[in-house]
């Protein structure tokens, strides 16, 4: 079983290294799988999950978070309920669609199950693990990779159980020094930069919104969640726990241009970054070329991503321009970006 995973987890790298495809245009889709229901269980093991690595995360919280994964307009609608013997019984949510481990849960059998109104499919689950006092639009690295192992050891997120549990490596990327798996910002999310000191690095667009993934319905993120997801490099050890994860929403003002960037002698990067809002695709394209991936959101907004290489005398600097539209085709902002 773990050999066939393994196949399966390389058959999927072997996308991503894909980077050259051109025009695509991705659009997002429904389809209905179980995934409107946890077991009293499942939190139980993720909470054992939560103590066991705690130390990633020493004053960190636990909390379990129902996330609409279609049709997000009917977020209102989720209501959890307790499948207990005597009935139903309903889950409280907080303002953030959030809900804690009522103590009175361990009298009960361990199978019960919590579950939506919402049909299968319409929903998805994460542990939701948060050191306080951080600001707003921001994470605490050890506190996400906390919240990884507990969200894919314990089956609280999908990924542990695809065809059988062959999916079950989702775990072990925990460690991954470059990848992670799925992870969801609070908002739109159109940059990810981690900030250690003075040190920083705007993680690739090619690691948001599964932009190198095959978008189909076994995955948690699709559809409403699209826009909201990220991965990072999980494993990498030169960051520490305490590493600021900081998020650009889509609908933030745009950030300033690398420094680093602006003093290329290039004629593309010069024209990246001349670039004004309200271009049209057709308009951009005529300044910096066809985009390597074009994807559409549920939202109707739109993602282009551009690379391209300079030559220089200390070795190859690849580029990445990532450009965000409205649901009108007209474009909102821009992002130059170092992958290397």
């Keep these: 079983m773990r050999a066939a995973a393994l196949l399966l987890a390389l058959v999927c790298a072997s996308a991503w290294a894909a980077d050259a495809q051109l025009d695509r245009v991705e659009v997002s889709g429904e389809a209905a799988t179980a995934r409107e229901k946890k077991t009293l269980g499942q939190l139980f093991k993720a909470e054992a999950l939560f103590e066991k690595y705690r130390l990633l995360a020493p004053a960190a919280v636990l909390k379990f978070k129902v996330h609409a994964r279609t049709q997000a307009e009917t977020t209102l609608a989720?209501?959890?309920?307790?499948?207990?013997?005597?009935?139903?019984?309903?889950?409280?949510?907080?303002?953030?669609?959030?809900?804690v481990i009522d103590p009175a849960w361990r009298r009960l059998?361990?199978?019960?199950?919590?579950?939506?109104?919402?049909?299968?499919?319409?929903?998805?689950?994460?542990?939701?693990?948060?050191?306080?006092?951080?600001?707003d639009g921001e994470r605490?690295?050890?506190?996400?990779?906390?919240?990884?192992?507990?969200?894919?050891?314990?089956?609280?997120?999908?990924?542990?159980?695809?065809?059988?549990?062959?999916?079950?490596?989702?775990?072990d990327d925990c460690w991954d020094?470059?990848?992670?798996?799925?992870?969801?910002?609070?908002?739109?999310?159109?940059?990810?930069?981690?900030?250690?000191?003075?040190?920083?690095?705007?993680?690739?667009?090619?690691?948001?919104?599964?932009?190198?993934?095959?978008?189909?319905?076994?995955?948690?993120?699709?559809?409403?969640?699209?826009?909201?997801?990220?991965?990072?490099?999980?494993?990498?050890?030169?960051?520490?726990?305490d590493t600021r994860v900081v998020f650009e929403a889509m609908d933030d003002p745009p950030a300033p241009p690398d420094a680093s960037l602006q003093g290329l002698q290039d004629n593309?990067?010069?024209?990246?970054?001349?670039?004004?809002?309200?271009?049209?695709?057709?308009e951009l394209a005529q300044r910096v070329g066809w985009a390597s991936d074009d994807t559409r959101f549920e939202s109707g907004r739109r993602l282009q991503r551009h690379l391209h290489e300079i030559q220089q005398p200390a070795g190859l600097l690849k580029l990445?321009?990532?450009?965000?539209?409205?649901?009108?085709d007209r474009l909102i902002k821009t992002s130059l970006r170092r992958l290397n």
Excluded at 185 to 194: I, R
């Design 140 to 171: 605490r690295l050890g506190d996400l990779r906390l919240q990884c192992r507990v969200a894919f050891g314990s089956g609280v997120a999908r990924g542990t159980d695809f065809f059988g549990g062959l999916f079950a490596f989702a775990f």
């Design 177 to 241: 020094r470059d990848w992670s798996p799925s992870n969801f910002a609070d908002k739109p999310v159109f940059a990810v930069t981690l900030v250690h000191g003075e040190r920083r690095l705007t993680i690739s667009a090619r690691l948001l919104h599964g932009l190198r993934d095959d978008g189909g319905p076994k995955y948690d993120w699709g559809y409403s969640l699209r826009e909201r997801m990220f991965r990072l490099p999980m494993g990498d050890k030169s960051w520490p726990d």
């Design 268 to 282: 593309w990067v010069r024209a990246a970054l001349a670039l004004q809002a309200g271009l049209t695709p057709a």
């Design 320 to 328: 990445e321009l990532v450009s965000l539209f409205d649901a009108g």
């Design 109 to 135: 059998d361990d199978r019960i199950e919590i579950r939506s109104r919402l049909a299968d499919g319409r929903v998805t689950w994460r542990p939701d693990i948060r050191t306080p006092d951080v600001p």
């Design 78 to 99: 989720l209501e959890l309920g307790l499948m207990a013997p005597g009935g139903r019984q309903p889950v409280a949510l907080d303002a953030e669609d959030r809900f």
